[in-house]
């Protein structure tokens, strides 16, 4: 989805708050959705439960490790909110190099890894719903972001949204 301009997503998408309090919150619950839809299961045994619980730590690890190099690259910017810091700069190297929400992309990675190894459909299922809320929050998010960073646009167009090399 590289290329595309900030003009093409111009649905309104709600703030939720001053700076996004109730999309926060609305992680938080799926967080916790996935977390427990993971003790629904196993639903697969014998060699697909042992291939999906490696594949699924391998998606954990990445998961875990792309969400901390985003925390990381922020320093002292990192907030729960989606809308900037003042005073905050845009940040383009690192994690932030490689896809432009690493925070975002690398928890889809983890769930993902987490529905594996508990082979639980029920967590993919809600796994995919995370993935869809992590979209439209970073598309409120990069509205804000553009306002605020005269270089957004550019740096959108030669970075992926979420999933490194894919989207």
Request: proline share 5%.
């Amino acid at each position: 989805m590289k290329g595309r301009s900030l003009a093409t997503d111009r649905v309104h998408l709600p703030d939720l708050g001053r700076r996004g309090e109730g999309w926060v919150v609305l992680q938080v619950v799926l967080f916790v959705a996935i977390v427990g839809a993971g003790s629904v299961g196993p639903l697969w045994n014998g060699p697909a439960r042992m291939g999906g619980a490696i594949a699924g730590a391998v998606l954990i690890t990445v998961g875990v490790g792309l969400l901390t190099a985003g925390i990381l690259g922020l320093r002292r910017q990192l907030t729960a909110y989606p809308r900037p810091v003042p005073g905050g700069r845009l940040i383009e190297g690192g994690a932030f190099g490689l896809i432009r929400h690493p925070m975002y992309g690398g928890a889809v990675i983890a769930a993902v890894g987490w529905g594996l190894v508990m082979a639980s459909p029920l967590a993919l299922a809600v796994t995919v719903v995370l993935g869809v809320f992590f979209d439209l929050k970073s598309r409120r998010e990069e509205a804000w972001l553009g306002e605020r960073f005269a270089g957004y646009a550019t740096y959108r167009q030669r970075t992926c949204r979420l999933i490194p090399f894919l989207y």
